[in-house]
């Protein structure tokens, strides 16, 4: 027949022409699979069980809660390297009646700086060879100064010539400028005691309890240590949704003006237990830390700093906090999906406040509630410190950061 191509008809070319085709497919269908996102590592079983939120076996999988976690599976790989290879020097100078121990107690509002003293003394991270350290700790303990009476000024020159002593010794802070250096403070004015170094304030890695812009906090250089007030008074709340009767709870005093403005606006409120004041022991025992157990969702606005051990508190006694601010690098945050178990909130939110939580239907609280219950381990510190706990989480934090500033 005219304009038939000759052979076309035998099936060889038209097996070579089949083959052509599915070639060019499976070319096009792999460039196009190259260009997502790449394999997350694999993990074992022991290790992936720790971070994935438990399915109800009457659930389908397709419906699970979310994760706590951005990346569960990247966390867990980062984390069990960082068990694996992760190494501290702490610096061995220091006049003991000042600093280079325990800071003054581990109880209180300022807990985590002396259990992360502690933890990181008696760990496996700590290396006595500073050739094998990722990072260098400066053991200063402002807290334990401002225990002792010091003064904002000589607290300040006592931590000045103390770290430019380390510089004159040792030859480890020059490399870098200071930036594979680290230290902890969780006291406000321990915050503030490191003025008078300001290239320590722009170079190192600080682990502090006030994170925010006003003490010049900068956020993927700079650790927020949760502040924890420990111990607590009472146990684990969590799995209890039927006896929080109560939409909204905080008590507390007026030292800053989110705090002014929510007593002003609701302490008068009938749904939303708001006080301007501390619960006074007089009239019950332990009733602040019981309220919590009555309350769905705890109101945290910040004080004389943006932190407040409120939302660990929160957090331990299994009411959804309420982050109130306009700014708060929240503790973990490199880690956990904070909105996956807290509501968070512009300070000009407060006026609205009520009809905000109101919305929330029971299901969303839920939720809230439940993936709170996960997190809880990540806010509580052990002596010897346990896997996950705030030790771990502060650690994993700094080891995130060193493979930035590595020379």
Not at 125 to 137: E, M
Not at 293 to 302: E, L, S, V
Request: glycine share 6%.
């Amino acid at each position: 027949m005219a304009g038939r191509l000759a052979g076309a008809s035998s099936p060889l070319p038209r097996a070579l022409l089949i083959l052509a085709i599915v070639a060019i497919f499976s070319i096009s269908f792999l460039f196009l699979r190259s260009l997502g996102p790449a394999a997350a590592p694999s993990l074992s079983v022991d290790e992936s069980r720790h971070l994935r939120p438990s399915t109800p076996s009457s659930m389908p999988a397709a419906a699970s809660r979310p994760s706590v976690y951005h990346s569960p599976d990247a966390f867990a790989a980062g984390y069990a390297e960082m068990e694996r290879s992760f190494k501290v020097y702490i610096y061995p100078d220091g006049d003991p009646k000042t600093f280079y121990q325990t800071p003054r107690k581990l109880t209180g509002k300022y807990a985590s700086e002396g259990y992360f003293f502690q933890n990181i003394r008696e760990s496996r991270f700590r290396t006595q060879d500073p050739d094998k350290a990722d990072l260098f700790f400066v053991p200063i303990s402002p807290h334990k100064m401002r225990g002792k009476g010091t003064s904002y000024e000589n607290m300040t020159m006592i931590v000045k010539d103390y770290v430019e002593g380390l510089i004159n010794k040792y030859p480890y802070w020059n490399r870098t400028l200071g930036a594979d250096h680290f230290f902890v403070t969780c006291h406000d004015v321990g915050v503030r005691a490191f003025e008078g170094l300001p290239f320590m304030v722009k170079n190192s890695i600080r682990a502090v309890c006030s994170p925010s812009y006003n003490v010049d906090f900068i956020p993927h250089k700079d650790v927020a240590l949760p502040q924890v007030l420990q111990p607590f008074a009472l146990p684990e709340g969590g799995n209890d949704i039927e006896n929080r009767t109560n939409l909204g709870f905080w008590a507390g005093h007026r030292n800053s003006k989110i705090r002014v403005i929510l007593a002003r606006v609701w302490e008068n409120d009938t749904e939303l237990a708001i006080s301007n004041n501390r619960i006074n022991r007089a009239i019950g025992e332990l009733v602040y830390q019981k309220q919590f157990y009555r309350t769905k969702f705890c109101i945290c606005p910040g004080g004389s700093q943006v932190n407040s051990a409120r939302i660990s508190d929160s957090i331990h006694y299994g009411c959804v906090p309420v982050i109130l601010s306009d700014y708060y690098d929240l503790p973990f945050n490199d880690v956990l999906d904070w909105r996956k178990f807290v509501v968070v909130l512009k300070e000009r939110d407060v006026y609205e406040l009520k009809s905000i939580l109101k919305s929330k239907s029971q299901e969303e609280f839920v939720a809230l509630h439940k993936s709170l219950v996960q997190v809880q381990k990540h806010f509580v510190w052990h002596s010897p410190p346990v896997p996950y706990d705030a030790f771990h989480m502060v650690m994993y934090e700094l080891w995130l950061r060193h493979h930035v500033i590595k020379y």
